[in-house]
């Protein structure tokens, strides 16, 4: 049974950082690109940013390009994603995302591309 648990959300004052982590059971964590992805309430699942299997390519969104940063750590079957210089528009529940690519350097950006998906995490930015 796979399983994604998202942890390190909270609330945090606007300026403020955040580091996520979501831990990954139940599949081979190396053969998974990873994905983290947010959704306000009334709003659609946004795409935050991407890593590669390999680990060499991230990808992000304008919205987020220059304070997010996504790393992972194969051997802890962990991928984190670092946000900086939070805004109150970064309000959102953020869910980490599992895709079972068959290339190595492809970060996807649709949701549908992501067969397995966290709970999420409530990240609040206040004012």
């Known amino acids: 049974q796979v399983k994604l648990v998202e942890s390190g959300g909270g609330l945090v004052q606007v300026g403020g950082s955040l580091r996520l982590s979501c831990v990954a059971s139940?599949?081979?964590?190396?053969?998974?690109?990873m994905g983290w992805f947010r959704q306000a309430p009334g709003k659609e699942r946004e795409f935050v940013g991407g890593?590669?299997?390999?680990?060499?390519?991230?990808y992000y969104p304008n919205s987020v390009k220059g304070r997010a940063t996504i790393s992972r750590d194969d051997a802890k079957n962990t991928v984190y994603l670092q946000m900086n210089s939070l805004k109150p528009e970064d309000t959102a529940l953020y869910y980490c995302?599992?895709?079972?690519?068959?290339?190595?350097?492809?970060?996807?950006?649709?949701?549908?591309?992501?067969?397995?998906w966290g709970q999420g995490t409530q990240v609040t930015v206040s004012s």
């Open positions: 890593i590669s299997r390999s680990g060499g390519r991230t």
């Open positions: 139940g599949l081979t964590f190396s053969s998974y690109a």
């Open positions: 995302a599992a895709d079972s690519t068959f290339y190595t350097t492809t970060v996807n950006v649709a949701t549908h591309n992501y067969d397995y």
